[in-house]
C-alpha cells in the first residue's frame, strides 16, 4: 500500500484546509486510517483515527469539533477536514493505513503503512 497525502499549506489562524490521504496498490477499505502529525522539535503525535467501516472516529483533544476524519471507500482516499485552524496546529500532517477491523488504534506503533507527509503551516 502507497499513501500519498495532500492538501497542505500555508492558512491564517482561524482558516481552514482538507487533507486528502490517497491509497494505491490495493483497496484500504479493509483499513483504519490515521492521521497523525509532527511539529519541529516534538514526537509524533495522533490526530484522528477512522474505523474500516467510518462508524468509528477518534480524535485527540486539541482538535475535537474542529477537525473531522472521513473516507470514501469507492475512491480509496481518507479526508481531514480542518477548521479554526490556530498556530500551534502547524506541522507535519501523516496519514497512516492499519490492518485492523476493530476500533482504530491512537497510537503510532500498529500503523503498517505511512504516508510521506503535507506541511500545514497557520500563521498568527
Known amino acids: 500500500v502507497q499513501l500519498q497525502a495532500s492538501g497542505g499549506g500555508l492558512v491564517q489562524a482561524g482558516g481552514s484546509l482538507r487533507l486528502s490521504c490517497a491509497a494505491s496498490?490495493?483497496?484500504?477499505?479493509?483499513?483504519?486510517m490515521g492521521w497523525f502529525r509532527q511539529a519541529p522539535g516534538k514526537e509524533r503525535e495522533f490526530v484522528a483515527a477512522?474505523?474500516?467501516?467510518?462508524?468509528?472516529?477518534y480524535y485527540t483533544d486539541s482538535v475535537k469539533g474542529r477537525f473531522t476524519i472521513s473516507r470514501d471507500n469507492a475512491k480509496n482516499t481518507v479526508y481531514l477536514q480542518m477548521s479554526s485552524l490556530k498556530p500551534e496546529d502547524t506541522a507535519v500532517y501523516y496519514c497512516a493505513a492499519e490492518r485492523n477491523y476493530g476500533n482504530p488504534t491512537v497510537v503510532a506503533g500498529p500503523y503498517d503503512y505511512w504516508g510521506q507527509g503535507t506541511q500545514v503551516t497557520v500563521s498568527s
Open positions: 477512522i474505523s474500516w467501516s467510518g462508524r468509528i472516529t
Open positions: 496498490g490495493r483497496t484500504v477499505s479493509s483499513y483504519a
